[in-house]
């Protein structure tokens, strides 16, 4: 019967069990003041019942003692709260250099993935069990909400920009993919699976989808075919500054502020080129607002990254 | 039978030839009064009504989730029901309701004055709620609306091929109803308070009635603009929240919420406040703590506009910002214990009568508790990140809305009703009808923080199997649920005629609007009320005049 009845969700990464041993921590706070209050409202109810007509309570003055004591518990208490939180949350808003970096869209109403070695899935997402593994998340039409809760994880893919989440499978097994943001009419259709497998069958898995290219060679194409290097070559030229090395870097705007070479720069430069113009050049880079899918976007993103990269993370294997 | 209850009969009075109710008849004495007591009563018809269709959403929504596939509805008739019932609760039921109907009838009454400060101010407020009920109605027969109540952007200004700008046109117009009721009560608070009625002395209900005001001052002019904002994109492609136009669907976020955790807040503290009376009466006590349960409610409504980032943990938000917020949001939890732990006090060496009121406000102390602890968890970031837009969430805000706000506004219906009609209800069938809800309420929405923590995402027509079972258990609270709300609907139209005469005081309760006859007068008071002693002076004898 249980087996139709589960109480307590699968734990299939590393914050799983960090995650619930503060949430076991609130419960048994919880339990305790409910026990408490509800415990406490019965048994004055059921003491001072009314019996007599002539009955009058006692006067019972203010105790300032007490209402000092009745601020400062639950004070201590929610800081425990606070900065236990906090110490994990922005452990968990950090993913490790090395993550494996997935890329996905949400759209209307399917989760569309690509791995790096170019494979390419439909609400699904294959893992490697033990490797950290960040998903970074771009949305092609209104807000999603990348959710997987066997890992804890949860992080709403904007309109607009990027966000990511990471995390590390400890288990194989297949687990829910949902959408947490109301998207529209089909929202609870926008499902999928995460299926976590051992890195060599994840391996062997990549390698069964070997009609693909991988993505910063579809990058490279699309930043030929959209004609990016007659303005941008290895070189800076009048028309445009050189992209070679240029991630990671802080790069000086002409309106004198600086900005650092990000994705999120890095795509605001191809749909909106004018709000930040490179110092020392002239407005005339076309907008591509609307030309270039959330896919390319990440393509030619992935692209950029690996010039003036180490040249072995150029192919990865 | 208790003493507060042989009182009763003793002093069972017939009400005086002339009150509030029979000194004129007729539509137009109704529709143009100027007296709030009268205004209270149209507020109290209107958002019945309001009530029962919201409810009527959600029984129907509830019976589609019986099944894990979306086989009575499709989804986008369920998408539309939940967001029918979500707009209507909040805007068209719980924001009015404990204040347009209870605070509206109480204050003056309460603070020993004639009136509001504008009575005509507070019938244009009651005329500017229809009408924005009225286009949310209008929206709702043509086709309805499938934003959900939060119209999150750029779905609800680009996406939604439902009819979304007549929908926020009416919550739009309904905002200005409260802005102008929370101006009239803070006016009548400062300014039309009797002789000797001090700020220390003032019951607490009209201490939670000051700090909603300023709420609904303060707050519902941003959710206004943020409302017709969404309008304009959506008219005129004005490129505010859509990226593809320029805007940032993240700002709405901001906007709504800098509104919307506030407007929490107008829901629950009225509620608060009528707890606030009802304890000590029945415990025949001094309220314990006046001065820290009055000035937590304050607490509450401040903090409560610098909190709103907690709805945005998982929105892109910054993480610094997610910190701020969650330390912030923690510190809600300070006032809200305070009270809790204040009315359990009150009850200590008291000596309590059982009557339904009271059990209403036992009601809401539990379940505000569970409410409020579980405030915690989801203050808590990495829970959150877990339980955002799940079922958690779900649970979490009907323990306050329902188990706390509607708790609150039933306990006071029931307290007040002598007042109001001059009548008593049926003590057995109120008794009755109060454990049905309570039994009806856990069994709704306790199975929901087991599937949100389960991660079963909120607003799923359709829904993976192993979630049934626990979703049957909450379907099923929630029809007995509706028949606990159906009860006291029958009993109080049966008291209008055929309840036993109340008096001027059934519950030898203290406070101003006990001294004056039930129903009141027009004037309210056949004197001039003059204040020498505390609204819970239930150590002393009641002193009038």
Not at chain 1, 252 to 275: M, Q, T, W
Not at chain 2, 208 to 231: D, K
Not at chain 2, 309 to 335: C, D, E, N
Not at chain 2, 450 to 466: F, H, S
Request: glycine share 8%; net charge neutral; hydrophobic share 45%.
């Amino acid at each position: 019967m249980f087996e139709d009845l589960p109480l307590f969700p699968v734990r299939a990464s590393t914050f799983a069990g960090q995650v619930d041993t503060l949430y076991f921590f609130l419960v048994a706070m919880a339990t305790f003041f409910v026990v408490l209050i509800f415990g406490t409202v019965i048994f004055f109810t059921a003491k001072y019942r009314r019996r007599s007509a002539t009955e009058r309570p006692p006067p019972i003055h203010l105790d300032m003692r007490l209402e000092i004591l009745w601020t400062i518990i639950p004070l201590i208490l929610v800081m425990i709260s606070f900065g236990w939180g906090a110490s994990l949350f922005v452990h968990m808003s950090q993913a490790p250099e090395d993550a494996l970096e997935l890329r996905a869209v949400g759209r209307q109403w399917m989760w569309k993935l690509q791995h790096p070695s170019g494979a390419r899935e439909i609400n699904q997402m294959h893992v490697p069990v033990g490797k950290p593994v960040k998903v970074i998340l771009a949305s092609e039409d209104v807000v999603h909400s990348f959710y997987v809760p066997a890992f804890r994880i949860k992080m709403d893919v904007v309109p607009g920009r990027y966000t990511a989440t990471w995390f590390e499978a400890t288990r194989e097994g297949e687990f829910h993919l949902f959408c947490a943001e109301y998207c529209g009419t089909q929202h609870s259709g926008m499902i999928g699976r995460v299926v976590a497998m051992k890195p060599v069958d994840y391996q062997r898995w990549l390698t069964s989808q070997a009609s693909e290219e991988p993505i910063a060679v579809s990058g490279e194409r699309l930043f030929q075919q959209l004609r990016c290097e007659s303005c941008h070559q290895t070189t800076s030229n009048e028309k445009g500054p050189t992209l070679t090395g240029l991630f990671g870097r802080r790069v000086k705007l002409e309106s004198g502020e600086s900005v650092l070479a990000d994705e999120a720069y890095i795509r605001e430069s191809i749909l909106n080129p004018h709000n930040q113009i490179v110092a020392g050049y002239r407005p005339i880079m076309p907008t591509y607002q609307g030309q270039i899918s959330e896919d390319a976007l990440h393509q030619i993103i992935v692209y950029l990254r690996t010039l003036g990269r180490a040249p072995e993370e150029k192919n990865p294997s | 039978m208790s003493v507060v209850a042989e009182r009763t009969v003793a002093s069972q009075a017939r009400p005086p030839r002339r009150h509030y109710l029979n000194v004129n008849y007729g539509v137009r004495s109704w529709l143009l009064t100027v007296d709030h007591k009268r205004i209270a009563l149209l507020y109290l018809v209107s958002i019945t009504l309001f009530f029962f269709l919201g409810g009527a959403a959600a029984v129907l929504f509830r019976l589609e989730l019986l099944t894990p596939r979306a086989d009575l509805f499709e989804a986008e008739t369920y998408n539309k029901l939940f967001t029918l019932h979500g707009l209507v609760m909040i805007f068209f039921f719980l924001i009015p309701s404990i204040p347009a109907v209870l605070g509206n009838f109480l204050v003056p009454l309460m603070i020993g004055a004639r009136d509001l400060a504008f009575p005509k101010l507070n019938l244009l407020s009651w005329y500017v709620f229809i009408i924005g009920g009225l286009f949310t109605l209008t929206a709702a027969i043509m086709g309805g609306v499938d934003t959900g109540w939060t119209f999150y952007t750029p779905y609800s200004s680009t996406y939604s091929n439902s009819y979304v700008a007549l929908t926020v046109t009416g919550a739009f117009i309904t905002g200005f109803s409260s802005i102008l009721t929370g101006l009239n009560f803070i006016v009548t608070i400062h300014k039309m308070r009797a002789p000797g009625m001090t700020w220390l002395r003032l019951p607490l209900f009209i201490w939670s009635h000051y700090a909603t005001s300023l709420i609904m001052v303060l707050g519902t002019p941003v959710l206004a603009i943020s409302l017709v904002l969404v309008a304009l994109e959506r008219l005129f492609q004005l490129g505010i929240f859509d990226p593809r136009l320029g805007g940032d669907p993240v700002l709405f976020q901001h906007l709504f919420w800098f509104y919307s955790h506030p407007a929490v807040y107008i829901m629950i503290l009225p509620a608060m406040g009528v707890v606030s009376e009802i304890v000590p009466c029945f415990s025949r006590k001094r309220i314990f703590g006046y001065t820290f349960i009055a000035f937590s409610s304050i607490a509450i409504a401040v903090l409560g506009f610098f909190v709103w980032g907690h709805h945005l943990f998982v929105s892109s938000q910054s993480v610094y910002a997610g910190l701020v917020f969650s330390f912030l949001s923690m510190l809600v939890a300070i006032p809200s214990a305070i009270k809790v732990f204040n009315w359990t006090a009150t009850l200590y060496k008291g000596s309590i009568v059982y009557r339904t009121p009271l059990f209403y406000a036992l009601g809401f102390i539990g379940l505000f508790t569970i409410g409020g602890l579980t405030g915690i968890f989801v203050a808590t970031l990495p829970i959150d990140v877990h339980v955002h837009d799940t079922y958690f969430i779900v649970a979490h805000f009907h323990y306050i809305m329902v188990g706390g706000a509607i708790m609150g506004y039933l306990g006071g219906l029931h307290f007040w009703w002598p007042k109001i009609t001059g009548r008593l209800y049926p003590e057995g069938w109120a008794r009755f009808s109060a454990l049905i809800i309570f039994v009806g309420f856990n069994l709704t929405f306790f199975p929901q923080f087991i599937l949100g923590y389960l991660g079963m995402p909120r607003r799923y027509a359709a829904y993976p199997d192993e979630f049934q079972v626990l979703n049957v258990m909450s379907s099923a609270g929630a029809s007995i649920l509706g028949i606990g709300y159906l009860i006291p609907l029958i009993y109080f139209f049966w008291s209008m005629r055929y309840g036993p005469y109340a008096g001027a005081n059934p519950w030898d309760a203290r406070g101003l609007e006990w001294t004056t006859a039930s129903p009141p007068p027009t004037d309210n008071f056949e004197y001039k009320p003059q204040v020498s002693q505390s609204a819970y002076a239930y150590d002393e004898e009641q002193k009038v005049g």
